[in-house]
């Protein structure tokens, strides 16, 4: 399967508990996206990527979250003290330059923060 | 901010009817895409546009993007019952982020 990959698919932490997504472009992809999607919305974007780089961010993205791409390859977000309200959907992408940036997106991480 | 009114917001249909949604915005986008998501998963790219103007077509579905660049539609012929699902549309301004709709959620009635 060459399509962009993440893990865990479900993560189910108490309140306050730090948690780590990791995920995996597509392989000849620079650009990796972050967003975050809550039922009955479509995804906001967070954060993105343009190899290690990290280049914008959002303002939804709190002091709690943080993002890294440290070799230009995978990428990981993570959240510490984790509250009620991080609970969704969390949701990677990446894209090709040459391909116009469109964003194929992974199958994304589901949080539940009780 | 940048903002993607996207109608309708939910849409019951017989199988075989013709279906059609689209997205305006305020601000100009360069790229329109559209998505189709199912429950649980991540979105799935159904179709990319480019330039204003562009029609393009996947198998039964049918995009447009917008002459003014603001506005982009989505028609989706003959619908049959795997088209269930919430379609998104997303506007690329630059390099970077998607700014998406809320979805058309379709339920197709055999």
């Known amino acids: 399967d060459t399509g962009v990959s993440q893990d865990p698919r479900h993560k189910i932490t108490k309140r306050g508990q730090n948690v780590t997504f990791r995920c995996d472009p597509i392989?000849?992809?620079?650009?990796l996206y972050w967003y975050r999607q809550t039922l009955g919305q479509g995804p906001e974007f967070l954060t993105y990527?343009?190899?290690?780089?990290?280049?914008?961010k959002s303002r939804l993205l709190s002091d709690r979250f943080s993002a890294e791409r440290p070799k230009g390859s995978f990428s990981t977000l993570e959240i510490q003290r984790t509250e009620q309200g991080d609970s969704a959907m969390y949701l990677c992408?990446?894209?090709?330059?040459?391909?116009?940036?469109?964003?194929?997106f992974g199958p994304g991480t589901r949080l539940l923060v009780l | 901010g940048q903002q993607l009114n996207q109608s309708p917001q939910s849409m019951f249909i017989q199988e075989g009817e013709d279906v059609s949604m689209n997205c305006t915005s305020s601000?100009?986008?360069?790229?329109w895409l559209w998505y189709k998501q199912d429950p649980g998963e991540g979105p799935v790219l159904l179709i990319a546009?480019?330039?204003?103007?562009e029609l393009t077509s996947n198998g039964r579905l049918t995009a447009q993007f917008g002459i003014t660049r603001k506005d982009s539609f989505l028609n989706i012929s003959a619908s049959i019952p795997s088209d269930v699902g919430i379609y998104f549309c997303?506007?690329?301004?630059?390099?970077?982020?998607?700014?998406f709709g809320d979805g058309t959620t379709l339920t197709v009635k055999p």
């Open positions: 992408a990446s894209s090709f330059p040459g391909d116009g940036e469109t964003q194929y």
């Open positions: 392989s000849e992809h620079n650009r």
């Open positions: 990527f343009q190899n290690e780089a990290q280049l914008e």
């Open positions: 601000s100009i986008f360069n790229t």
């Open positions: 546009l480019y330039k204003a103007g």
């Open positions: 997303a506007g690329i301004r630059n390099a970077g982020k998607s700014t």
